[in-house]
């Protein structure tokens, strides 16, 4: 087969995958079912792995011998919310103009899962030595929470795979690293009064905001630490406070106020180490709330961590990944956190390639370039190629 047939059928597929909306509010399981459909028509069974509510699901399925040395092709199916944003097309309708395909996850990152269905009837057919393993998760966009329960379950029950491509949109170049990301949610309880009464109340936005310049000077502190010759960018630890809400008057001693925050890590960074003295800040505050009014205090809560994605030294999934991309560039890491820091945390060695930029993503009109799309199909073919041997 060649590139633009294979890039045909991978428009087709991404036109279906379009279509569903699997938000990551929305339960993902219409598109969990569309790709069964699609891989028993080539006599293969995927595998489900379902969160705790049975709403939403990862698949992962093996095609060709149950032997070891194959290689993974892991995206997730979910994608951010179109909610307000000015798109000139529908957004769950694959709309081509020119030379752009457009709609909500057309690069981030149904095109990569569209590709790898459109090479999965190739791979069947064509007797592979190794197999193939395809292996789609849920809930990504918030905090790449389905996979580590599917990366468990592969590592249990799949013969080890020699690489793991995961396809986030790098232009179809090797990236080889990314930063970590964990999520804290903090709630401070006060209480009530007149705010001409100060010595009657607790004021949980006065809390919060000493808490939250704490966060500030750490930030701040990071940002001075950056090592210019990293290959990241920007080069240091980030954090950031991304929501704010708390009291309901001017005149009235807040009772509550939550704020959310983020912190982005190297590789070898510790984000609980580097937040152990606002911890102990939060403790402290919470002893004094809680000591002069009952149900007062400052309660942390962590939603998510997903840990960074390092550099492997003269990594196989590196070295086969820019084979099949025709990629002899330099050395790449990108500051965002995606499920490669996951696989490799399991033993895998670990590689992100695939179709679209990241400039892209998450914007109203989002777009893939059929360029890319033809990139990533002359990628899944040399791949598909190298497993007959």
Known sequence: ???????????????????IDTTSRESNLELIAYVERHLTGIGVTGRRVANAEGTKANLYATIGPMERGGVVLSGHSDVVPVDGQPWASDPWRLTRRGDRLFGRGTCDM???LALSLAVAPIVARQGVARPLHLAFSYDEEVGCLGAPSMIAEI???VPPPVAVVVGEPTEMVVVSGHKGIATWIVTVTGHEAHSSLTHLGASANMVAVRLMQRLADLADRLAGEGDPHSPFCPHHATLTIGQVQGGTAVNILARECRFAFDLRTLPGQDPEELLGPFFAACAEADAMLSARFAGAGVQVERRSRTPSFAPEPDGMAERLARGWAGDNGPARAVPYAAEAGQFQGAGFSTIICGPGSIAQAHQPDEYID????????AFMLR???DLVR
Do not use: N, S, V
Request: without cysteine; aromatic residues 2%; hydrophobic residues 55%.
């Open 383 to 385: 791949l598909a190629e």
């Open 155 to 157: 590592a249990q029950h």
């Open 1 to 19: 087969m060649t590139p633009d047939r294979l890039t045909a059928d991978a428009t087709a597929i991404l036109a279906d995958l379009i279509a």
């Open 370 to 377: 059929i360029a890319q799309l033809e990139r990533g199909a």
């Open 110 to 112: 149904k095109g990569f």
